[in-house]
């Protein structure tokens, strides 16, 4: 079975430019939450989506947003980069919403330079 | 808002030495997980604890849920090198799925 799949794995961007990050969850995971990792604030939850609809949103700011789409990939888009966006970007899949079992993909290296 | 402090953040210790990492928080949690991350890659899930009270063991680790589930511990018994990493608890927030992560305990096993 497979994993949690992201892509890329790395990714280096200028301030100003946007990015769109993939996540692809377990076959039959519904729920897909993103999370950012950064060594001084650790794992910060961004959002979570189930069924298409966003269902939780952590506290940041709206350059942040996503999407799922109907075969439960997710994508992740930041807009107007700024250097504290650089992060370890982690997507996590769970059976169902709600569920608090989350399986982590490997991460986007995101620097922004 | 709730928080989870782990503690200690850092630990280097030799082969073959215990070790307890704590998780705590004044609120109480429906459950807390316990991953493991190692560098370059994402958490990987430990083990997940729901009743207060609860012990479950994985081979050399032993994970613990307070009573009043607003605290865990893990506890590593003869660690090994394999063991090195970092240590992170999460605890769903009342209910709804949300993810709350505690900063992570960094953990050198020297051989």
């Known amino acids: 079975k497979a994993g949690v799949t992201q892509t890329p794995r790395y990714l280096i961007k200028t301030r100003g430019q946007q990015v769109t990050l993939s996540c692809s969850p377990i076959s039959g995971h519904r729920s897909v939450s993103w999370y950012q990792q950064t060594p001084g604030q650790g794992l910060q939850f961004l959002f979570e989506y189930f069924s298409e609809t966003q269902r939780n949103k952590g506290n940041f700011p709206g350059r942040f947003s996503g999407r799922q789409f109907s075969n439960s990939r997710s994508e992740m888009n930041v807009s107007t980069l700024e250097l504290g966006d650089s992060a370890l970007y982690l997507c996590a899949s769970s059976l169902v919403f709600g569920s608090s079992e989350a399986f982590f993909g490997q991460g986007t290296r995101l620097t922004v330079v | 808002t709730q928080l989870l402090e782990q503690s200690p953040q850092f630990l280097s210790i030799q082969e073959g030495e215990n070790l307890t990492v704590y998780c705590n928080s004044s609120?109480?949690?429906?459950?807390l997980q316990w991953y493991r991350q190692e560098p370059g890659e994402g958490p990987v899930l430990l083990v997940t604890v729901v009743t207060g009270g609860e012990v479950k063991k994985l081979k050399r680790l032993t994970f613990q849920f307070g009573d009043a589930r607003k605290d865990s511990s893990l506890h590593i018994t003869a660690a090994q090198p394999g063991d090195t990493g970092l240590y992170l608890c999460?605890?769903?927030?009342?209910?709804?799925?949300?993810?709350?992560f505690g900063q992570g305990t960094t953990l050198q096993v020297k051989p």
């Open positions: 999460a605890g769903e927030a009342s209910n709804t799925g949300k993810l709350i």
């Open positions: 609120s109480v949690f429906s459950s």
